[in-house]
């Protein structure tokens, strides 16, 4: 495991666009592939986008393909969750999680395989 910090939520009227950031201080950053989850009130925490350590690879869930963009810049340790045309329904807490792999099939980022999670960052989407 490698150290996360999340940041970039906020309020936001429903339609605006965000941008997450996920950000560690590890030297071994780009030997991992990175997670995006997120966790609705009252919901499970789930995975919404993945990246390959280079960032050529990426996954997401087939709910929010056409408005999230996952991207890294491992020069700066970070990788990014653009949000555009914000919906009511993605209000939540938004998590980054490390993976040895990349992988394209979402059991492979299944919540119960991460131990401990950072405090994530907080999207409000108001009507």
């Known amino acids: 495991q490698i150290p996360l910090v999340e940041s970039g939520g906020g309020l936001v009227q429903a339609g605006g666009s965000l941008r997450l950031s996920c950000v560690s201080s590890?030297?071994?950053?780009?030997?991992?592939?990175i997670g995006w989850f997120r966790q609705s009130p009252g919901k499970e925490r789930d995975i919404v986008a993945a990246?390959?350590?280079?960032?050529?690879?990426?996954y997401y869930v087939n709910s929010v393909k056409d408005r999230f963009s996952i991207s890294r810049d491992n020069a700066k340790r970070t990788v990014y969750l653009e949000i555009d045309n914000l919906q009511e329904e993605d209000t939540a807490t938004y998590f980054c999680?490390?993976?040895?792999?990349?992988?394209?099939?979402?059991?492979?980022?299944?919540?119960?395989?991460?131990?401990?999670w950072g405090q994530g960052t907080q999207v409000t989407v108001s009507s």
């Open positions: 999680q490390p993976h040895r792999e990349f992988h394209y099939d979402g059991d492979y980022w299944r919540r119960e395989k991460f131990a401990t």
């Open positions: 590890a030297a071994t950053f780009d030997d991992y592939a």
């Open positions: 990246t390959s350590w280079n960032g050529r690879s990426k």
